[in-house]
């Protein structure tokens, strides 16, 4: 019974650990704005300098990753009076989690020639895990009416590995972009 409930609490711990992994992913946008007619792109900087927290592979990365996605929607990358212009936005907090599981032993047995009610006992172990977890904002503006015109936001775990982060980061922004009014069509 013990292996039991030790292995039903490492099952969910695994499951929200991986979940977590996923990203929250929430969007909004514009809902008068008919996204069809934007066809160039443009990055135009990382808010408040959020880049600071990256290395330059990471940077890349992420410009990467979100052009491929802004190219499978048709989308070219203009340096030249593009429709939109595109700031990031990073945030990357240490976090820590706690996991609680308790064991009990007792309660009913055996005992002096015949079954009945006994004293039992628990066990609780307790552990950490500390984590950094990433917030990344996406803006999309119009540049000729200067509006804000859709947003992306995803918080995830941070991989530490940096060759798990070349699969990670591409997978992540494809999520973040199914918010994204227009879908891919390649």
């Known amino acids: 019974m013990k292996k039991a409930l030790k292995l039903i609490n490492l099952l969910l711990i695994s499951m929200s650990i991986s979940f977590l992994s996923m990203g929250q992913v929430t969007s909004d946008y514009d809902k008068n704005t008919d996204f069809t007619k934007y066809k160039t792109f443009k990055f135009i900087g990382w808010e408040q300098e959020s880049d600071k927290q990256l290395n330059d592979f990471d940077k890349k990365r992420i410009l990467d990753a979100f052009s491929n996605e802004l190219t499978t929607r048709g989308f070219i990358l203009s340096e030249d009076n593009p429709d939109i212009g595109i ?72 991989q530490e590995n940096p060759k798990k982060r070349e699969k990670t980061v591409p997978k992540k922004v494809a999520k973040l972009m199914k918010g994204y009014p227009v879908k891919p069509t390649k």
Do not use: C, P
């Open 87 to 158: 700031t990031l936005f990073l945030v990357i907090d240490d976090k820590t989690s706690t996991t609680a599981y308790t064991s009990y032993n007792g309660g009913m047995g055996y005992g002096y020639g015949r079954w009945g009610w006994g004293m039992g006992s628990s066990t609780t172990n307790y552990s950490e895990d500390h984590y950094k977890e990433g917030t990344m904002v996406i803006d999309f503006y119009d540049l000729a009416s200067k509006e804000l015109v859709w947003q992306g936001v995803m918080q995830t775990e941070v």
